[in-house]
């Protein structure tokens, strides 16, 4: 376990230490300007799933099937999720270090994880199939809103939450 740390640690200072990480720590407008798409993306996907979930519980757009609209919605939770990994990237290198051993940071990191590979994986063969029974919808809906609210709320967390880098080094 010590070499993963030790690992991931040397990591998050290269991360620090990288251009990304320099360039928009020492620039005025940078992360906010790359915060902004992050955070779209996260309303889009916020969106998406919200829609998608309710619909797989019997709320609204009863016109189409949730298999079309988890179709018609792939891309943009796709996207979304595609935006957020690249710009939440560029947001870690600013203050990697510090992230490390920050607890809302690595319980948003979990809940990223875990809602990535439900999402791709019982979420999307639950919405791909019309005849799953209405138990399964409600459960499979249910899971997917709080992991993705848990990326959320791990997110929103990071601004209140401080480690002082002293205390993650070796």
Known sequence: MSVLKDGLLAFCEWCNASFFGHAIRDSVWAFPFVEIFHLLALAILGGSMLVLNMRLVGIGFRTDSVSILARELRPWIVGSILVMLLSGFLLFSTEAVKMYG???????????????LYTFTIHSRVTHREDSSPAVRWSTAIISLLLWTGVGLGGRALGYVTTAAASVTP
């Open 102 to 116: 920050n607890w809302a940071f690595q319980a948003k990191m979990s809940f990223l994880f875990l809602a990535i």
